[in-house]
């Protein structure tokens, strides 16, 4: 038998894999040109970290994680297993490499510039998320895309200070915010207890659910004709004069012309077989289930000191349910779960937020953990690679690989065709770690 064949294949069905391959395929489609696209997935497609993170598309996050003035918090980190950012302290030359390339991308420059960028392809992915959530409303596949906004909520007043500085800093690219004082704050907010001493609203942000939006785009993906392998690991490449010519997989071999890696918080490991390292590695975070029946709360709420975010899920489908999620532990592929790091989830929840009866009787449900694709410099990998002609990436989404995943597939797309990218690819592109 003849080994399968395709002209792109996206290796990895998370977000940004089911992204990339909707976006290139339209666009192939516009073009009038018929090229077969493949997506290949080890498991199933959108059970990695796309599969219950807090679902906020908000352009008013669009941050990396490096900033100034992290350096002395950073050192803390390592000694707090209970801080919201943990670094297991250590000796892994991979994570002190990683480590070492983190506190560099520390500079003021370097964050303004990755917020310009970060902040452009937010701003087009959520207007595509808004029309693929109504294309798809029409349908039996609903997203749950609403606009309720996102409120920032701080019990002190270096919380406060920061979520003003952001309200600042997005205003200078157009995203709104208005600063909440405590008494008005309780008023717009009343599942909030009075700890909280004020907030910023930013009204236009979303959220949707994270599964359904992977299901509902590949959807889309199929319907143009794109085929999707579940169950289809690659696990080996072979390269002929500089060019990937075959994939090896748990399903046979494939013939490829051009690949692209979307491979989450796996990617430092498949780029090995490649004779590279991409330094991606896991934020691990966690989610769950909370039920809330007299003090649903109306906005997603993120609770700044503590770092966690609190999403009530749409009304319709999900009834009294409340995603709260939270916490990134730098780790190298480990799914273990940590008590502690739970706990300080739920209890920071509780200590913001009304909990009624039912909720502590009844408890957290449905725990889930993701590991973040976490790149030093806090920037996704977009972009051409320099070791093999017909390999580009889209990997590395850290934070922000739901709200970003549009944008980042059709940057990748305008790269891939030769187009005028829409915004600048300079930041993204993988020769800085290749
Ligand atoms: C607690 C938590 C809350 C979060 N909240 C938000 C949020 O509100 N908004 C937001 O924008 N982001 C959020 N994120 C971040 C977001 O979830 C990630 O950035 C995003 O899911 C990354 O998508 P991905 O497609 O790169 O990775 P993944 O979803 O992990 O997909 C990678 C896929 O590649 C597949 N794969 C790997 N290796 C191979 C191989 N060799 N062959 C075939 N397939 C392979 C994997 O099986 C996996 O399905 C959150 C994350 C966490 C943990």
Redesign the pocket.
């Known amino acids: 038998m003849s080994p399968r064949r395709a002209d792109i294949v996206i290796?990895?069905?998370?977000?940004?894999?089911?992204a990339v391959a909707y976006e290139l395929q339209a666009a192939l489609k516009k073009k009038g040109l018929s090229r077969k696209v493949l997506l290949?997935?080890?498991?199933l497609?959108?059970?990695?970290?796309?599969?219950a993170?807090?679902?906020?598309?908000?352009p008013c996050f669009a941050m990396p994680l490096p900033q100034p003035g992290m350096f002395w918090k950073s050192i803390g980190w390592l000694l707090d297993s209970k801080s919201p950012l943990y670094i297991h302290p250590e000796f892994n030359p991979t994570l002190f490499r990683w480590m070492f390339q983190f506190l560099l991308a520390m500079n003021e420059t370097q964050m303004r510039k990755s917020i310009e960028v970060l902040t452009a392809i937010s701003q087009y992915s959520l207007e595509a998320y808004r029309e693929i959530a109504t294309k798809r409303q029409t349908s039996s596949h609903d997203l749950g895309f609403e606009k309720k906004g996102l409120l920032m909520v701080s019990a002190t007043k270096a919380g406060l200070d920061h979520a003003r500085l952001e309200m600042q800093l997005m205003s200078e690219r157009g995203i709104p915010g208005r600063f909440l004082a405590k008494e008005e704050l309780l008023d717009f907010e009343p599942a909030l207890r009075p700890i909280v001493q004020g907030g910023v609203y930013f009204p236009e942000e979303a959220q949707i659910e994270?599964y359904q939006a992977?299901l509902g785009i590949l959807r889309e993906f199929e319907a143009l004709g794109g085929e999707v392998s579940q169950q289809?690991?690659?696990?080996d490449f072979e390269s002929q004069n500089g060019r990937i010519a075959k994939l090896h997989?748990t399903q046979g071999t494939v013939e490829v012309e051009d690949v692209v890696l979307?491979?989450?918080?796996?990617s430092k490991d498949?780029t090995r077989k490649l004779g590279l390292s991409l330094p991606v590695l896991g934020?691990?975070?966690?989610?769950m289930h909370i039920e809330m029946t007299e003090h649903k709360p109306r906005h997603p709420i993120m609770i700044v000191e503590r770092k966690i975010?609190v999403?009530p899920r749409a009304d319709g489908t999900h009834g009294n349910s409340v995603r709260i999620?939270?916490?990134l532990e730098l780790v190298d592929q480990d799914y273990a779960i940590s008590p502690t790091r739970v706990r300080a989830i739920y209890d920071g929840a509780r200590e913001y937020l009304k909990f009624d009866s039912k909720t502590e009787s009844v408890g957290p449900r449905d725990l889930w953990?993701?590991?973040?694709?976490c790149t030093p410099d806090g920037v996704p990998i977009i972009g051409a690679s320099k070791k093999f002609s017909n390999l580009h990436y889209c990997?590395g989404?850290?934070?922000?690989?739901?709200?970003?995943?549009p944008g980042s597939g059709r940057l990748l797309t305008e790269i891939f065709l030769g187009e005028t990218p829409f915004t600048d690819p300079h930041p993204f592109r993988a020769d800085r770690f290749e």
């Open positions: 290796i990895g069905g998370g977000i940004i894999g089911a290949l997935e080890k498991t497609t959108g059970q990695g970290c796309s599969y993170n807090a679902g906020w598309l908000t994270p992977v289809t690991e690659v696990f997989t979307a491979t989450g918080a796996w498949i934020g691990k975070g966690y989610s975010a999403t999620a939270g916490t953990r993701g590991l973040r694709p990997l989404h850290q934070l922000l690989g739901l709200q970003s995943a």
